[in-house]
């Protein structure tokens, strides 16, 4: 096809529908949340099919985008924070650098509506995702430190020749996969009630608790010891890489875990470990490293559940790394047991004692998250979750066809999770590897034995 014609035709701020005394508020940071200020913004959305039978279009599109606007209007007065900004407070001797969010003065989340003359067939049937799918995103490579200036949170609506897809760009300092999904969730259900002329009562369970989580020895701001950004920001750009979905269905997962237990003679590895374990033997594979080469496989870990003070409607950041490592040699020759094996043994010693030693030490020695440093070319990292609700987001236009990620945070061994379409246990993995690497990872014979095609839904 010719080049596809991209065109940003209008944006505009959204604040909360009903501001309080309490969203006017200074919202402090948490060592989690600056962890993150070099990171990039998370960057997930949603592909829609339009409506098969459109007597209007126009007016399909211009009552979509109102109800958009309006529905996120009363979504932030929820989750205010994202309607902020940052702002830092530093001294020079001694040197001090305080982040924090102004939920006061601030023009809001930014709201854009473009178009791009594509079908949703041309986003979906490429073998590899198509670099244009980065341009259905706002704040192309901005890092969340960036938030000084840009908009926290900022809605792309882009509208396809037969589809629509919205994408979300929330800042990763502000909140990671649990808050942005209970953000993105709520959103999508005060939508849905609008759109039946009802009004939704957002429950406990997903409402924006105010309060922060610091440890009882500190109090808010936490200062860092810099003088400026320029110490501690780092811009990583993306090495050339691929990007590709593979389908795991429900049946193939369960077979691997039941091998996965067999081989070690256990019930307790997970189908998630399972297919991590697989993940990691047949990317470390691909990549023909010496056997002496040392490998790790890092899981991104939710603190919630392991904390007693943390509950699961917690908004912000609190996620953790955690790593199993072996030699490239003993990974591939022990088998997919003994790789999920370890990885289950790293994920059951990870408790809350766990958490407060990592706590302590960030404080001892505090530590902003390099992209470029912090996961080293011989590891695969397995980030977000098949647990997020993300076929659950309606906005009048039935299920979504697909979900997609931009630009953010992706680099070779980078593989994202997302539920299946269908669910029932079906996961779907977003795999960046370097060119080369992928079209190995496409001849391993376990690997794609694993996968199945996914069923088409446009």
């Known amino acids: 096809m010719a080049t596809p014609s991209f065109r940003r035709i209008s944006e505009c701020f959204v604040q909360p529908h009903r501001p309080t005394e309490m969203s006017k508020q200074i919202w402090h940071l948490t060592h989690w949340d600056i962890s993150m200020l070099s990171s990039h913004y998370i960057q997930k959305g949603l592909l829609f099919k339009k409506p098969s039978t459109l007597v209007h279009p126009n007016h399909f599109t211009e009552k979509l985008l109102q109800k958009l606007t309006h529905s996120l209007s009363l979504t932030l007065s929820h989750f205010y924070p994202l309607a902020g900004r940052f702002v830092t407070q530093k001294t020079q001797d001694p040197p001090s650098y305080a982040v924090f969010i102004d939920c006061k003065n601030s023009d809001g989340a930014k709201f854009i509506y473009a178009t791009l003359d594509m079908t949703i067939s041309h ?17 192309h490579k901005a890092v969340n430190h960036d938030g000084h200036t840009l908009p926290l949170l900022s809605i792309q609506v882009t509208e396809l020749l037969d589809g629509v897809f919205i994408g979300c760009s929330m800042n990763h300092a502000v909140g990671d996969g649990t808050s942005f999904w209970n953000f993105f969730n709520t959103w999508s259900k005060i939508f849905q009630a609008h759109d039946q002329g009802r009004e939704y009562e957002v429950p406990i369970s997903q409402q924006l608790i105010p309060n922060r989580w610091f440890p009882n020895d500190c109090s808010p701001p936490i200062n860092l010891p810099f003088k400026h950004q320029d110490e501690f920001i780092r811009r990583f750009e993306a090495p050339s890489l691929r990007e590709r ?9 369960a077979k691997l875990k039941a091998k996965a237990n067999s081989e070690c003679n256990t019930t307790k590895i997970s189908s998630f470990q399972s297919l991590s374990a697989l ?19 890092k899981l991104a870990i939710n603190n919630r559940p392991r904390m007693g003070s943390v509950g699961e409607e917690y908004f912000g950041n609190s996620i953790y790394v955690v790593s199993a490592e072996t030699t490239t040699g003993e990974l591939v020759e022990k088998g997919l047991g003994w790789a999920a094996w370890k990885l289950h043994l790293t994920v059951a010693k990870y408790n809350e004692r766990v958490v407060m030693e990592l706590v302590k030490k960030w404080f001892e020695c505090p530590l902003i998250y390099d992209l470029g440093s912090f996961f080293d070319p011989y590891c695969v990292m397995m980030g977000s979750s098949p647990r997020f609700s993300v076929y659950g987001n309606e906005f009048g236009m039935g299920k979504a066809v697909a979900a997609r990620s931009g630009y953010a945070n992706k ?22 590897l370097s060119p080369d690497n992928m079209s ?19």
């Open 123 to 139: 986003i979906l049937s490429p073998m590899d995702v198509p670099p244009i799918v980065h341009s259905l995103f706002d704040h």
């Open 245 to 253: 979905i593979f389908h795991f269905s429900a049946e193939s997962i």
């Open 279 to 297: 993940v990691w033997r047949c990317i470390t594979r691909a990549r023909s490293l010496p056997s002496e080469q040392r490998t790790s496989c």
């Open 411 to 432: 680099y070779d061994g980078k593989v994202t999770s997302y539920p299946g379409r269908e669910g029932g246990g079906s996961i779907d993995l977003e795999v960046c």
């Open 440 to 458: 190995a990872l496409e001849s391993d014979q376990d690997f794609i034995a694993a996968t199945s095609q996914s069923t088409v839904f446009y």
